[in-house]
């Protein structure tokens, strides 16, 4: 069986399990009213060519998915569940996520771009691919790269690979236990340098109907005449289909899969599916508002709110120290039942005790929620 390289724990290279999840947990900026702007995924810099510019897109619109090790190594380029590694605990799930590694979302966003399945290998494989048009060493830092080329990590044996956007950002899926995310470049360590990707192939337009393309997941998924599992059935997708959403909205709460969700998407024939559905996080980054929801309808007794900064996780207890329940890579929706006095955080020179208890049972810091310290409206659990 062929192993696929990504970026793993290794000496010197990433931080260790419980550094790495306070760095995570503590990555976005101090409490506050107002969110600081989250760094975009996409075309940030000019000179990409149209294949580029489409590699990026097909990348980004997988932002939120899970990191599953051996992901998108399927026969066809796109989401697939994965394996444990045999040495990273972190994995010990990843055949239960439907998700890329950091080889398997390059090779899916030029299989987009091109039509072809030019990246289809492991990150070692991709670096020395011959579908290089320039390579750069890593003493070139990021000066000449131009967004859609691909920067690699590893000593000898290359071992991670991401996608630069321009502007000092990449996007990434990076290990198991986190979902794909916008980053900060990284061309200290062990970077080994990027390679351009042959600008030749005829990628996927746009919609017409200006909509913007994403990919669905599951089998049997049905969509809606209106917002409601309950509401007449338009269509079916047999397995993972491409849509194109126009808009979204908060209506009616849905659990499936083990989510929880009152996001739906409107799609280009007029009918509705739930977010859950739709890779990517609960919000569809780029996506307006239907204008039907400016305020989430409760679910169970629950308030909605808004979280802020990104790569911020919930936790199975209310405890930073706890399992990871999930992992929110923007701001996103979320339903709070209720909220306590637990365990005290510290984060960018705010203190707060206050943990809000979510919909799927899972707990997160209210530093990272819009509104006080002890959010209104909201019962004490």
């Known amino acids: 069986m062929q192993t696929i390289s990504t970026r793993r ?5 990433i931080l260790g399990a419980s550094a790495l999840a306070l760095t995570a947990f503590f990555s976005a900026p101090a409490h506050a009213a107002q969110a600081t702007a989250d760094a975009s995924c996409g075309v940030l810099a000019p000179g990409a060519s149209a294949t580029a510019q489409a590699a990026v897109d097909a990348a980004c619109s997988q932002i939120g998915v899970w990191y599953s090790w051996g992901g998108g190594h399927a026969a066809t380029p796109g989401a697939s569940y994965g394996y444990y590694d045999g040495s990273d605990p972190d994995s010990l799930h990843d055949g239960e996520r439907k998700g890329f590694d950091c080889s398997g979302l390059m090779r899916y966003a030029y299989y987009r771009a091109t039509g072809k399945d030019l990246l289809n290998g492991t990150a070692d494989d991709q670096f020395h691919t011959s579908q290089a048009a320039a390579r750069f060493s890593a003493g070139q830092g990021t000066a000449p790269l131009l967004p859609g080329d691909l920067m690699f990590w590893g000593s000898g044996h290359i071992h991670h690979v991401a996608m630069y956007l321009g ?6 899926a990076y290990e198991s236990g986190t979902h794909i995310r916008v980053t900060s470049v990284r061309t200290g360590g062990d970077y080994a340098g990027a390679v351009r990707i042959n600008g030749s192939g005829t990628p996927i337009p746009p919609p017409a109907n200006g909509g913007t393309v994403f990919e ?7 969509t809606h005449r209106s917002p409601s599992v309950g509401s007449d059935v338009v269509d079916t997708f047999p397995g993972p289909t491409q849509v194109s959403v126009q808009c979204q909205q908060h209506a009616e709460t849905v659990t499936a899969e083990g989510y929880t969700n009152d996001a739906w998407a409107k799609l280009a024939d007029g009918s509705w599916v739930t977010n859950i559905y739709i890779k990517g996080p609960a919000w569809l980054p780029g996506i307006p508002d239907c204008g039907g929801s400016s305020t989430p309808p409760p679910s169970g007794g629950s308030k909605a709110f808004q979280t802020w900064g990104t790569g911020v996780r919930t936790h199975s207890e209310p405890n930073v120290n706890a399992g990871v329940v999930d992992y929110f890579a923007q701001p996103t929706t979320v339903n709070v039942v209720c909220q306590r006095h637990a365990q005290t955080v510290t984060a960018e020179g705010y203190t707060n005790d206050a ?4 919909t799927d049972g899972s707990w997160m810091t209210v530093i990272y929620i819009k509104g006080p310290d002890w959010l209104p409206g909201v019962a004490t659990c």
Request: aromatic content about 10%; charged content about 20%; cysteine-free.
């Open 167 to 172: 502007n000092g950002q990449m996007v990434e």
């Open 9 to 13: 724990r290794t000496s010197g290279a």
């Open 216 to 222: 669905t997941w599951g089998t049997g998924v049905r």
């Open 355 to 358: 943990w809000a208890k979510l």
